[in-house]
């Protein structure tokens, strides 16, 4: 059935200013690498906006509509020191939340096998009612919520390998048995959470790392501990946050991982869901802010995610 690249010009629109890490080029960079010749089998749609109700599952709604009426008419609005807006702001988060809401759709309804949502900005420390982390709404959860809402599903899993803490994804689900949460990530670093503590009801797994930890911790993470709870879970969805900023280059953390790592972890996530939920994947771009590392470490990744089946 092959793999769905959901993406849309207006990622492009958010732009929190030339020297924010979290820039366009950033996207530019993940295209780039991803119109190589290797990727001519890739389906490539264009991303629709989530709609208000869609985003609501995840966030309050009088929340999702104070952010869309926050956007500024022209210039920038800063929401926290990190995380800032612009008048293209709001079109973005709409299409980033559509896109993975469109993927699940896509591969619940058997027209892929997995997806991979190359969209900014990224959403996983956007907790129910704050923005923050350079996250406005939180893609990931409202695809989650969609999967169970539009589709029935009672078990959902998301594994997120971004250097930093899912916060806002934990913050979301840790009451809710029915999604399960598993993360790797740099401890100590922002955004301060993730401790091995924090279990939720069951259904979150924390694997803190410490700095300049590389490719023998990270998969010792993963083999040892978060895919025999995933297949112990056993969900009916797979889905990724993909952040490629645990690479040895990435200027905004320590750890050592390269383009190998990511190919490899997407492997063994496939592993699992072949596993569990007939391979069922859908993925998306969280943080990386090296643009080469960025790039290659995409590639690995949607390059494994085409070799299935």
């Known amino acids: 059935?092959?793999?769905i690249l959901y993406t849309h010009a207006d990622s492009f629109?958010?732009?929190?200013?030339?020297?924010?890490?979290?820039?366009?080029?950033?996207?530019?960079?993940?295209?780039?690498?991803?119109?190589?010749?290797?990727f001519n089998g890739l389906e490539r749609r264009e991303a629709p906006k989530a709609t208000v109700d869609q985003i609501s599952r995840a966030h309050p709604r009088d929340y999702v509509e104070a952010i869309l009426e926050a956007v500024p008419e022209s210039g920038e609005r800063s929401i926290d020191g990190d995380t800032v807006?612009?008048?293209?702001?709001?079109?973005?988060?709409?299409?980033?939340?559509?896109?993975?809401?469109?993927a699940v759709d896509a591969v619940l309804g058997g027209e892929a096998q997995n997806a991979f949502c190359a969209m900014r900005p990224p959403g996983h420390h956007a907790e129910p009612r704050t923005p923050m982390g350079f996250c406005f709404f939180n893609q990931i959860a409202v695809g989650a919520e969609h999967a169970r809402a539009?589709?029935?599903l009672r078990r959902v899993a998301i594994v997120d390998f971004d250097v930093h803490h899912g916060n806002g994804t934990q913050a979301i689900f840790e009451a809710d048995g029915g999604v399960f949460y598993a993360s790797t990530h740099q401890a100590p670093l922002f955004p301060g959470t993730g401790h091995q503590s924090e279990r939720g009801v069951g259904n979150i797994v924390n694997v803190p790392l410490p700095p300049m930890s590389g490719s023998e911790q990270f998969?010792?993470?993963?083999?040892?501990?978060?895919?025999?709870?995933?297949?112990?879970?056993q969900p009916e969805l797979l889905m990724i946050s993909a952040g490629f900023d645990a690479h040895i280059d990435d200027p905004l953390a320590s750890l050592c991982l390269t383009e190998e790592d990511f190919s490899w972890v997407t492997e063994e996530l496939m592993r699992v869901a072949d596993l569990v939920c007939d391979?069922?994947?859908?993925?998306?771009?969280?943080?990386?802010?090296?643009?080469?590392?960025?790039?290659?470490?995409t590639a690995a990744h949607v390059r494994s995610l085409m070799?299935?089946?």
Not at 219 to 225: F, M, P, Q, S
């Open 307 to 309: 070799s299935a089946g």
């Open 219 to 233: 998969r010792a993470a993963i083999t040892e501990i978060i895919s025999p709870a995933l297949i112990e879970f």
């Open 85 to 102: 807006m612009s008048p293209g702001t709001g079109e973005a988060i709409l299409r980033s939340s559509g896109a993975v809401c469109a």
């Open 13 to 38: 629109g958010h732009d929190p200013g030339r020297m924010h890490p979290e820039h366009p080029a950033r996207l530019k960079a993940v295209l780039t690498a991803l119109s190589a010749e290797e």
């Open 279 to 297: 391979g069922k994947i859908v993925s998306t771009l969280e943080g990386g802010y090296d643009l080469e590392a960025l790039a290659e470490s």
């Open 150 to 152: 539009a589709h029935g």
């Open 1 to 3: 059935m092959g793999t």
